[in-house]
């Protein structure tokens, strides 16, 4: 089993950045693909962001491309998301997991709120 937490997330204004940050504890994540996925009030999760054990393969949503960068420390069992040039429609609260995603995975999240 793998406990993840999110942290980094707040309050910003449009054009303003954030970083997020997932710790894993339990089983070694390190040979995991993580994904950062994102829930907006009265939407559907969806994917943002993914990166591969080595590092090698990373692969983002359209809707972030350009704006958001996804990098891990597999030393220190954390994935990142470096999030800049916010809108106000990346408000949503922010989770990690693996990709695909494991349902008892899934951490509390970390809000982010963009003000226009």
């Known amino acids: 089993q793998v406990q993840l937490v999110e942290s980094g997330g707040g309050l910003v204004q449009a054009g303003g950045s954030l970083r997020l940050s997932c710790a894993a504890s339990?089983?070694?994540?390190?040979?995991?693909?993580m994904g950062w996925f994102r829930q907006a009030p009265g939407k559907e999760r969806e994917f943002v962001a993914r990166?591969?054990?080595?590092?090698?393969?990373?692969y983002y949503a359209d809707s972030v491309k350009g704006r958001f960068t996804i990098s891990r420390d597999n030393a220190k069992n954390t994935v990142y998301l470096q999030m800049n040039t916010l809108k106000p429609e990346d408000t949503a609260v922010y989770y990690c997991?693996?990709?695909?995603?494991?349902?008892?995975?899934w951490g509390q999240g970390t809000q982010v709120t963009v003000s226009s």
């Open positions: 997991n693996t990709d695909p995603p494991q349902e008892g995975f």
């Open positions: 990166i591969s054990w080595r590092s090698r393969s990373i």
């Open positions: 339990g089983r070694t994540f390190s040979t995991y693909v």
